[in-house]
């Protein structure tokens, strides 16, 4: 299963020609639609229709929740007519209906302003785009628009996988560089203690390191040993660059459990860096929280 990145855009038209009703002005309407995707903890979703459309809305939504899980989503549609300059005559049956309607009205309502040709022309216009008429072709155009939605979304979840097992591959790097560090750091420490032991005793003219300093720096280098140990902290990192990797492969909805991991991984460089006894335990951590950080960023982006 792919891994699907939050982010995401896909955009669609249909056309249809006035020819195909029976009208001879040569224009055309289009209806266009684009849906966009950002990052979000939940699914978010919001339509931007025009009236024609409203009643179009909750099968838009059951059709996005059926493909979709996270993410702010927002989807536009609308109409957009083509008529290369020229006016859309409208139909004879449409004059010969608002004509109907007008007589009616006026045998009730003497006073009333006759139709102008403007009002004529906007509402055959509205009758053309009546949501009856556009809901299939409004359905047909955003089943178009999620496959590219999705498939726009895996190529960048494919590229965000990409990157993520690059830096679990650098943060394995940093964690073997740091493993033989701490047997030396304690050997250093050893050495260190009786290198001290061996001032002082000169100090006092004396020749012979007592057996009791032996024992003496072989607890101290134990209790520092002990203080510096970071092998519990590398064992559980691992674990978790492990966990990621498994999770990648794997794919489908991972997003909050990478979330998770990521939090786990950086508490372990922290309790790294908080242990150092050494410069280069120090860079170490420091170069992994940098690393942890930047496969933050782009885990809030998958879904």
């Not at 309607?101 to 022309?121: E, G, H, K, M, T």
């Not at 909050?256 to 860096?273: P, S, V, W």
Request: neutral net charge.
């Amino acid at each position: 299963m792919a891994v699907f990145s939050m982010t995401g855009y896909a955009a669609v038209q249909s056309s249809t020609d006035a020819a195909d009703t029976g009208d001879s002005a040569g224009a055309a309407v289009r209806l266009g639609l684009e849906i966009r995707s950002v990052n979000s903890r939940f699914l978010d979703l919001a339509f931007r229709l025009p009236d024609e459309l409203r009643q179009a809305e909750p099968a838009l939504r059951e059709l996005i929740t059926q493909q979709i899980k996270r993410g702010k989503i927002e989807l536009r549609a609308g109409f957009e007519s083509q008529s290369n300059g020229a006016v859309k005559a409208p139909s004879t049956a449409t004059l010969q209906r608002l004509n109907g309607l007008q007589d009616n009205i006026r045998a009730w309502l003497p006073q009333a302003q006759p139709l102008s040709v403007a009002d004529v022309l906007r509402m055959a216009n509205q009758e053309e785009r009546s949501p009856q008429d556009q809901q299939p072709a409004l359905a047909k155009l955003a089943k178009q628009a999620l496959k590219e939605l999705r498939a726009a979304r895996e190529r960048e979840g494919a590229r965000l996988a990409h990157m993520l097992t690059e830096r679990t591959a650098q943060l394995r790097a940093l964690s073997e560089q740091a493993k033989p560090l701490v047997p030396q750091l304690v050997e250093q420490q050893k050495n260190k203690f009786l290198e001290r032991w061996r001032d002082a005793m000169a100090l006092a003219e004396g020749s012979t390191l007592p057996e009791a300093a032996q024992d003496r720096a072989l607890s101290e280098a134990t209790a520092f040993a002990i203080r510096i140990d970071v092998a519990e902290e590398l064992t559980r990192l691992a674990s978790h660059l492990d966990e990621i990797d498994r999770l990648l492969a794997a794919g489908g909805e991972l997003g909050k459990r990478l979330d998770f991991l990521i939090q786990e991984l950086h508490r372990e460089a922290n309790t790294l860096g908080s242990k150092s006894a050494a410069l280069e335990l120090t860079r170490i951590s420091v170069d992994m929280k940098v690393l942890i950080e930047q496969m933050r960023e782009q885990v809030q982006n998958i879904e």
